[in-house]
T-cell receptor
Framework: DTEVTQTPKHLVMGMTNKKSLKCEQH?????MYWYKQKAKKPPELMFV???????INESVPSRFSPECPNSSLLNLHLHALQPEDSALYLC???????????????FGEGSRLTVL | AQSVTQLGSHVSVSEGALVLLRCNYS??????LFWYVQYPNQGLQLLLK??????LVKGINGFEAEFKKSETSFHLTKPSAHMSDAAEYFC????????????FGQGTILTVHP
């Protein structure tokens, strides 16, 4: 099993809604990542968790709240989003942060978010 | 800070022709360099990587890239394009002070014509 599974694949929400994106991997990886990808743009790093602790926060607005309940799961809680937050949100994992340096990032297919 | 520049946001080739996607990097430390591919409505998949050692790197699907320090380049090539190669390709750099962070280029969309 070499998959990173993201749910839901598509999400439409209003600016006052609260929703969550979920990511799961069963490869025993200890680092997990959230990336945001706008149309026709490269992925931009949002958060990195290493051994279930937040390691990197790329100055992401507080309306995005990550959570890593265990080594296999990564959530992204969404609240009071803006239309400009509409994007593809990609989850990734690697064996460890050192794995990132060797390109061992495994990406999910993403959750496409539309904020109305 | 590290950065990557991909020359050409769109590249179009005929099936069977050479594929050349250009990538130049900027890094104050020895870089780790990668090429990822993204098919429509999918996540990214690692094509190949350069960390240390041999400067000519072979990846999946017949792609290869050569690390040229003197030119700060890491261009991606494939001798003969296939229709299934149509996708977006991202060059990326990691390492040094950006430990734990992968910085992507702007991407190049490859179109393959029959």
């Amino acid at each position: 099993d070499t998959e990173v599974t993201q749910t839901p694949k598509h999400l439409v929400m209003g600016m006052t809604n609260k929703k969550s994106l979920k990511c799961e991997q069963h490869m025993g990886h200890r680092a997990m990542y959230w990336y945001k990808q706008k149309a026709k743009k490269p992925p931009e790093l949002m958060f990195v968790y290493s051994y279930e602790k937040l390691s990197i926060n790329e100055s992401v607005p507080s309306r995005f709240s990550p959570e890593c309940p265990n080594s296999s799961l990564l959530n992204l809680h969404l609240h009071a989003l803006q239309p400009e937050d509409s994007a593809l949100y990609l989850c990734a994992s690697s064996p460890g942060l050192a794995g990132l340096l060797t390109g061992e990032l495994f990406f999910g297919e993403g959750s496409r978010l539309t904020v109305l | 800070a590290q950065s990557v520049t991909q020359l050409g946001s769109h590249v179009s080739v005929s099936e069977g022709a050479l594929v050349l996607l250009r990538c130049n990097y900027s890094s104050s430390v020895p870089p780790y360099l990668f090429w990822y591919v993204q098919y429509p409505n999918q996540g990214l998949q690692l094509l190949l990587k350069y960390t240390t050692g041999a400067t000519l790197v072979k990846g999946i699907n017949g792609f290869e890239a050569e690390f040229k320090k003197s030119e700060t380049s890491f261009h991606l090539t494939k001798p003969s394009a296939h229709m299934s190669d149509a996708a977006e390709y991202f060059c990326a750099v990691a390492g040094g002070t950006s430990y734990g962070k992968l910085t992507f280029g702007q991407g190049t969309i490859l179109t393959v014509h029959p």
